[in-house]
């Protein structure tokens, strides 16, 4: 393969066996054409690495302000920033209660999903396969994004 050395790695629940070059390269380029990066600095969002304790990224609505964990791989990151754009564009502020806190994690999470899974692309993978994990790896979105998506 050009680009690196050869590498074969069994994904997700399948026997399936999937040739990759490189962890966050798909082997097909991902047709959706939604960047988060761009679309929180089109809303006048800043995104500045900080580590935090808990969180992957943390909204702060009122200095108009993403924080993200330093060294999150490509997808991690693409999808972590496209959730808190969607809290951001939701007006989202934390809540202290737990049913409200998932119900805006849930939204925020299903309205990424949407913006970064082009269902013509998943409906093809599923065709070539049973396996989540390829249809995650090759839509480059987390395990969560995805499910949101199947489940919305």
């Not at 089109?42 to 500045?48: A, F, M, S, T, Y």
């Amino acid at each position: 393969m050009a680009g690196g050395r050869e590498r074969l790695r069994g994904v997700g629940r399948s026997s399936e066996i999937a040739r990759l070059d490189n962890r966050d390269r798909p082997r097909r380029p991902h047709s959706v054409t939604y960047d988060p990066e761009q679309h929180a600095a089109d809303l006048g969002l800043r995104i500045e690495p900080r580590a935090l304790r808990t969180d992957i990224a943390l909204l702060v609505p009122d200095a108009r302000l993403i924080l993200v964990r330093p060294r999150l791989s490509q997808t991690v990151r693409r999808c972590v920033i496209a959730h808190e754009v969607q809290h951001y564009l939701a007006g989202d502020r934390r809540i202290p209660t737990i049913h409200g806190t998932l119900k805006q994690e849930s939204r925020a999470n299903r309205a990424a999903a949407r913006r970064l899974i082009d269902p013509n692309a998943l409906f093809q993978l599923q065709q070539e396969t049973e396996d989540p994990g390829v249809w995650a790896f090759e839509l480059q979105v987390t395990g969560d994004i995805l499910m949101a998506y199947l489940t919305a």
